[in-house]
């Protein structure tokens, strides 16, 4: 009887981990850390963990083009914010882990 309950329960997980590795990952687990194609995230800022330092972040945001960069903190959810200007409009920005640059509208 303990022979017949090992051979089902190893049965059971085996067909349980095949079933697991078949489902299809969710977009938040493939996509990468940092965008190499320079496009952004359209859910951006992406709460998460951020490895950027301050300096990086700061650098990131000018080199989206924002001027006058000030107030950078990294909040709760790992995303790093700001107040700045772009195109002559000031506002809020923020930087998430994967590098996506936003101002609030």
Same mark, same amino acid.
């Given at each position: 009887?303990?022979?017949?309950?090992?051979?089902? $329960?190893?049965?059971?997980?085996? $067909?349980?981990?095949?079933?697991?590795?078949?489902? /299809?990952? @969710? /977009? +938040?687990?493939? /996509?990468?850390?940092? +965008?190499?194609?320079?496009?952004?995230?359209?859910?951006?800022?992406?709460?998460? @963990?951020?490895?950027?330092?301050?300096? *990086? $972040?700061? +650098?990131?945001?000018?080199?989206?083009?924002? /001027?006058?960069?000030?107030?950078?903190?990294?909040?709760?959810?790992?995303?790093?914010?700001?107040?700045?200007?772009?195109?002559? @409009?000031?506002?809020?920005?923020?930087?998430?882990? *994967?590098?996506?640059?936003?101002?609030? @509208?």
């Amino acid at each position: 009887m303990k022979k017949l309950t090992f051979v089902t $329960a190893a049965a059971l997980l085996s $067909a349980s981990a095949a079933c697991a590795q078949s489902e /299809t990952p @969710k /977009t +938040s687990q493939t /996509t990468p850390a940092v +965008s190499a194609s320079g496009e952004q995230n359209p859910g951006a800022p992406v709460a998460g @963990k951020n490895s950027f330092t301050e300096a *990086q $972040a700061k +650098s990131r945001i000018e080199g989206a083009g924002y /001027t006058d960069v000030s107030g950078l903190k990294l909040d709760d959810q790992g995303v790093w914010r700001a107040m700045g200007t772009k195109d002559g @409009k000031a506002g809020n920005i923020s930087l998430d882990f *994967q590098g996506n640059v936003t101002m609030a @509208k």
